[in-house]
């Protein structure tokens, strides 16, 4: 059982990277929606991810994401997951909105993950899922490159606390296990202005973590309701 503990925590690596913020991109008094597609891998895993979110006032993002990953198992052949879960990011310091040198931002999401494999029913279990919670926070700054071209580097970390549980099928006994990971994470997002309300976003990004490295990239768009207020 325990090896079928350890296919879970890839999972893990696969969360923090994939998350993409709108209002990393929005001053403060906008609102907005913000729309993105990643791409995501590891030793032990990839998979890919869509993200819808809005922003409100600039400050509060309320983002869910759906995805779907597959492990690299020997004990249970093709495994793969699926993924739903919101997230909670408040931008409490905005470099776009102040005198500050760059920007903060706490978050707080929740993933359901459900496994699926033809392998694990011959191997005597039948539903297998995580509940997971994450918890980051990230600091970031706007670099103006030329017209209406910047880049906004990133350092931020992360910790999931996930909850496995898996039924066997021969006593009907759901048994199940709690583990932990805590990340560092960098990414280098590339952001064009299409005008003063609608942004194009590239991400790539590195997730650190004692057992793996884990590169994303993700394309995302973002518009804006309004413009900023004045001053801001």
Do not use: C
């Amino acid at each position: 059982m325990k090896r079928a503990s350890a296919v879970f925590t890839a999972l893990f690596l696969l969360s923090a990277p994939a998350a993409f913020s709108q209002g990393n991109f929005l001053k403060r008094g906008q609102y907005g929606l913000g729309l993105s597609g990643a791409y995501v891998t590891n030793s032990s895993a990839s998979g890919y991810s869509g993200t819808l979110g809005v922003t409100l006032g600039g400050i509060f993002d309320l983002s869910f994401g759906a995805g779907h990953a597959v492990f690299d198992s020997a004990e249970f052949g093709d495994l793969t997951s699926n993924s739903l879960g919101p997230e909670l990011r408040a931008h409490v310091i905005k470099q776009n909105s102040s005198k500050s040198p760059v920007s903060l931002s706490l978050s707080l999401g929740f993933a359901k993950d459900d496994f699926a494999s033809p392998e694990l029913e011959p191997a005597g279990f039948g539903a297998m899922w995580t509940n997971s919670f994450i918890l980051g926070a990230t600091v970031y700054r706007d670099i103006p490159l030329s017209g209406k071209l910047y880049v906004q580097p990133y350092v931020g970390v992360s910790h999931t606390s996930s909850t496995f549980k898996v039924t066997v099928l021969s006593t009907g006994v759901t048994w199940s296990d709690k583990d932990g990971q805590a990340a560092f994470l960098i990414g280098l997002p590339v952001v064009y202005g299409f005008s003063e309300r609608t942004l194009l976003v590239l991400q790539p990004g590195l997730t650190f973590n004692k057992d793996a490295t884990t590169f994303a990239v993700s394309l995302g768009l973002v518009y804006a309701f309004n413009k900023a207020p004045s001053g801001e």
